[in-house]
Nanobody, 114 residues
Framework: QVQLEESGGGLVQPGGSLRLSCVAS????????MSWYRQAPGKQRELVAT???????DYQDSAKGRFTISRDNAKKTLYLQMNSLKPEDTAVYYC????????WGQGTQVTVSS
């Protein structure tokens, strides 16, 4: 079972930036698509962005122009650079394989507030 460990969250003011990381214990990480998800209080978990094994990237509308997903296959690490953060970005952020999901990690809390 692949283990996923997210980190990098925190409290940031509106307009600020954060960089999230997700380390996967997956020998086939480089062959896997990976996604970032988020779950706000009282809401369903939602997809934020996906990067395929060959680097194709898709963003949900909420992330376009502000977030950048990337990966380092040598480090088995997925990243999410988040800029121009808004209060509505407040959520717990998770990573997972969108096509062969593993058990969810603990996630990392992002709070955008003044």
């Amino acid at each position: 079972q692949v283990q996923l460990e997210e980190s990098g969250g925190g409290l940031v003011q509106p307009g600020g930036s954060l960089r999230l990381s997700c380390v996967a214990s997956d020998s086939f990480f480089s062959l896997s698509a990976m996604s970032w998800y988020r779950q706000a209080p009282g809401k369903q978990r939602e997809l934020v962005a996906t990067i395929s094994s060959n680097g194709r990237i898709d963003y949900q509308d909420s992330a376009k122009g502000r977030f950048t997903i990337s990966r380092d296959n040598a480090k088995k690490t997925l990243y999410l650079q988040m800029n121009s953060l808004k209060p509505e970005d407040t959520a717990v952020y998770y990573c997972n394989n969108p096509f062969a999901p593993s058990s969810w990690g603990q996630g990392t809390q992002v709070t955008v507030s003044s």
